[in-house]
């Protein structure tokens, strides 16, 4: 194939910190067949992990914000004389908003329409859900090239939201859940949704990492039971429901240690206190402890006697859902979205009714119980994992939809 036939594909990240999304991305980018794809890469925010990127790719930083919206909505929240006001509330959201639109949005926009152009762009795949990639899917539609959109959580929302599903020629969906949520939220066409599993470099995953360095580096004994929930620090992933377990299990498993592992994104370090002071009030400091951002996350969950994931909102498919399974190690998830997709209770996990602290502590407390289970299902989860999460398989599925839509 000729070098001028290669097409130029640019990936637009704009999630809220450095999680599962951005990690499949750089999977994919450094999966593609260079002698037809070549990769340009734009993320609305740096930083160590993410410089790491122009290893890879053309890799291009544009800001996404300039001032910081969700703050200012907080504090108008908090500000109780102005809902005393009719009206008052309504028009600083309303001017908070122009703001961004002003501030966040047209800046990023006009940045991101020059890289396209300048790179002479032939499709733009938007990382993220439609709505915080507009800007991307306004730049296909100037610039007249396809434009695909990677979806990883649900529907509900404004009629802003419903417009921008209305902008990408196709979608890539991480499960069967989500496409069926797209269907039926914001009335998606079956045929403009791909179901592609995220991919993970199974062969790059060093099975026999050392969980003891990683034990022994956050104060875990050899003898503790140690439990694990993986995920950014974000009240949607279940830490709090996590701590409410913790509690109720505190007099049941002896050396019990409850392990939050992840960092917290800068419009999350609120919350981050917030769980802090739950673990003073509760008692909770000798058995729940935080890790921040881990590099290596082999070490992680061989250092861990059972992983959790808590999202109390339906997950499309948690990359600790996948990681963990291809890990052979026992796993907890809830039984909604994409965890209830991919694990089969009692056979490659255990599930818990979301929402329910009780539930959860109860299938931890199985696992605690019963080693041999946790033997077991961590085997068929290993074996499911390898025929189900390839990079290459993933790969391949998306370049074929990147031809589907190319001229």
């Excluded at 890289?115 to 800007?135: F, G, M, S, Y």
């Excluded at 599930?351 to 119980?369: C, G, H, M, S, W």
Aim: with cysteine; charged share 20%; net charge neutral.
């Amino acid at each position: 194939m000729s070098k001028k036939t290669i097409k130029n594909i640019l990936y637009v990240e704009n999630g809220i910190g450095y999680g599962g999304a951005i990690i499949c991305l750089r999977h994919l980018v450094r999966h593609l067949d260079r002698s037809r794809f070549n990769p340009v890469v734009v993320t609305g925010r740096t930083g160590t992990h993410y410089q790491e990127i122009a290893q890879e790719a053309d890799w291009h930083f544009i800001a996404d914000r300039h001032i910081d919206v969700i703050a200012l909505r907080n504090r108008l929240a908090q500000a109780g004389w102005i809902k005393r006001i009719p009206g008052l509330s309504t028009l600083f959201n309303q001017l908070v908003a122009r703001a961004d639109d002003a501030f966040n949005f047209l800046p990023f926009f006009l940045r991101l329409l020059w890289t396209a152009w300048r790179c002479k762009v032939d499709l733009i795949h938007a990382n993220n859900e439609p709505l915080c990639n507009r800007a991307a899917l306004l730049v296909g539609k100037l610039l007249r090239i396809p434009t695909v959109c990677h979806v990883r959580g649900d529907q509900n929302g404004s009629r802003l939201m419903r417009w921008a599903f209305s902008l990408p020629d196709h979608f890539i969906s991480v499960s069967h859940w989500v496409a069926k949520s797209m269907q039926a939220n914001a009335q998606v066409p079956v045929d403009k949704i791909s179901v592609i599993y995220d991919g993970i470099a199974l062969e790059k995953l060093d099975l026999n990492a050392d969980g003891y360095e990683f034990r022994k580096q956050h104060d875990i004994a050899p003898d503790a039971f140690a439990v694990g929930l993986v995920g950014l620090l974000i009240p949607w992933k279940g830490q709090e429901l996590f701590l409410d377990a913790a509690k109720l299990l505190s007099n049941k498993i002896p050396g019990l240690k409850m392990i939050i592992v992840g960092g917290t994104p800068d419009d999350c370090v609120a919350y981050e206190a917030k769980l802090r002071q739950q673990i003073i009030d509760e008692q909770l400091q000798d058995i729940v402890s935080f890790t921040g951002h881990v590099a290596k996350m082999e070490t992680v969950y061989n250092g861990l006697d059972v992983v959790v994931s808590a999202s109390i909102s339906p997950e499309p498919l948690g990359t600790v859902v996948i990681e963990s399974m291809a890990m052979g190690r026992p796993l907890i998830g809830p039984d909604h979205g994409g965890a209830a997709e991919m694990m089969a209770h009692n056979q490659t996990g255990l599930l818990f009714t979301p929402k329910d602290a009780v539930a959860l502590a109860n299938q931890i407390e199985r696992f605690y119980q019963k080693p041999e289970l946790r033997t077991r299902v961590g085997q068929n989860a290993r074996d499911h994992a390898l025929a189900t999460f390839s990079i290459e398989t993933h790969t391949n599925k998306i370049q074929a939809l990147y031809d589907s839509l190319l001229p």
